[in-house]
């Protein structure tokens, strides 16, 4: 098939769909778990197979061992996981059919907006294979049709997958084009001009990958670009809090994107707080990137920290724009919290930024003044996460500033539209309303519900 | 100033206008208004020069009298109106500071979802230059910066309105380059290249000069299109209902967006409703486009409508793809509602679209099954409408499928953003959550809270 062949394809079994109830899309969930179940060994066979070519492709220096490692689906309790994902996401809440306004606009006129799916979804992702199982599993509960390109690495494990999706989706009432794979980048070039198609894409990747796709697309595109999230040690910081933040921050999972990479201290912490959360971070074998006022104030300790000289260095510029993705932090030092706010408001991707203070004050500001999707108190910048949140899964973390932000889940595939009833015996037409003597006023009376009733 | 300068003035207004409380943004209006008001004649002259400007430009051919006739801010009672508009947006609720959701993520660890501002808005319109001042309404209210392009036969005015602005607003606690506008097309060809700045572009024009942004840019687009409206006359539509319904439908406001462009009809009513239809329409000097069997079916009337043969000629194809904007309308016959919602789905501009229907069933299929931001049964298509639908005004009416679909009113130009507080005595971090022994598990109960408590 045609990309364009495809995309058509998407969108008609978008619309079939429509009528579908969403309790026959949680039947189709458990269906697709049943077929992958029973296509288990033909799918772990073809992993072995871009297992082996991945192998080559590292021998060469062509791969790394880390996106080799992400390739398997059979290492430890990956593939039970996958399946039981999908069981996951079946049980969480529909969001579609949920009414956000209602109102009486006129006797026996009434006004819904309800939440309904977005359309057809471009999803380009990269290395780990399950990741189709996991967007075919929140597209088909939100209701939304999907096309799916992932890494070229793992072609052979994503077409069998894909393949096993469909052959279930055969077997139920949701259609079975409802979910698509697509290979190539060719591919992925001709649907990024489908926009008549195809209505949000999503690249989870690098921050490469989702620019490229901005430039290249009229569609509107939900990026989940990296991030560079920060810690503030204000000058009422608490020691205990400051050391135990900024080193979770740093340490639980550094090449997550809400791993912190900068640390701002306010310049009254020099000699205080900041010697005993670098001497923390020192044990953890966390290299540091110092701004000079931050460098000297550990030159000048006694003893000095044993690792000095091979984990601390002097901080460039560029090092408070880059996302270290590994246990590396660059620290700079500020006069004031107005200053901490500037930097980071400047130097930050506008993910996660985080304070430590016990100032209420100090903390009410930083919410609202750090331009971020996420501004936390006293917490590490690693809370920033569907699950944690409470959303059950995410779709991705958006840096982006409209539709969704931030940890999106399920709620994230979803929009709105309105649907409006006339009960009156001659039906409503708006030239009756308006100001002249005779006219009808609009009564905008609101009403309480949490479905539409017709 | 350069188009950078002025794009990053206006994220550094944003930012600085974080911490002002939504009263002082009120007042800031206010003080507009008051200033609009104090250069009132200076306005109007400038207004006239612009008018005479165009005057010739309609002489020579070059220029509408319709769109010559949108310049003057003299007319009637435009001016009174523009300022009232002022004073109305003011007293709107603040869109800002509403949490839409809150979840105690542990004992002592508090989150919230809370509306904030998208940012700088870059706004480019056409002609009316009381636009400028209805947006900088909005942008104020809503906490974001703007950045304003009129069309250029209306410069005189809306640079002197602008001015205006700043001057009031120089005035108040609202930075002084909060709003903006630029005069030139080159000026916004740079703007739309500084994602870094701008966060959200809202054309309010032309099909093309939508889809020509969408093209240049990947800062996201709200896209005002047109609107292709269609009514659908069921199996089961009342004729009564039928006939009120068309007619408003087209005349009310035959230019409007939500004006119908398509009536789609049931075969089962050719002889019966249509022609009552058709006669209410061309008693209105409404122009039909008809297919075969609706065209027959008023050639076979007794007697013949009397302008049928000025009034009535058979459709081309491409006649239901188009928004006619003024008293002529497609007509097109469908054997089932399945063709029906089939017809709709692939000629509407997905804008809105009514049935006309005593059967719930039939409704209740329609509302679901047509993709369009309106689905409406026995109600005219000019009922899709921000004021009408009760958000007291209106950006403007988005077809687009992310972030807000429908009659945008200022909740469209919010997003949210999450804070989060840990009352914890040491902090909180992930790395104490999790599976093992001694670990903590997420508690996730729901928090009742209008406003965030920090």
Redesign the interface.
Known sequence: MSSEEIAKAAKIAF?ES??IPSTERVKALETIRQQLERQKDEILAANVEDLKAARLEVEAGRMSESLLSRLDLSRGDKWDSMLQGILDVASLPDPTGVVSYA?E?DDD?E?YRVSCP??VLLVIFEARPEVVVNIAALAIKSGNAAILKGGKESNRTTSLLSNAISTGLAQTAVPEKYIQTVQTRDEVASLLKLDQYI??VIPRGSKDLV?NI??NT?I???GHADGICSVYLDQQA?E??SV??V???KI?YPSACNAVEALVIHESLLQTIWPAVAQALLRENVRLLCDPPTLSALQSLSPLPPNLDSHVRASTAGDYGTEHGSLVLSVVTVPSLQSALQFI?SHSSHHTDSI?TES?EA???F???V??????????T???DG????FGTEVGIST????A???VGLEGLV??????????K??????E?GMGVGKKH?K?RSINAKA?P?
């Open positions: 619309g429509q009528l109102s606009l006129l006004l977005i359309g209505d949000l620019r901005q430039n009229r509107p595109v939900m608490d205990e809090k135990r933040i080193v979770d921050s639980n408001n430590v209420d903390a009410s500001i919410c609202r003044a331009d971020s999707a996420g501004t936390f108190i006293n917490a590490s690693r809370f920033a699950f944690r949140y409470g982006g500033r409209i539709h932000r931030g940890p929009i709105y539209k309105y649907m409006m009833k006339s009960k009156d001659k039906g409503h037409i708006v030239g309303f609009f905008h539409v017709f």
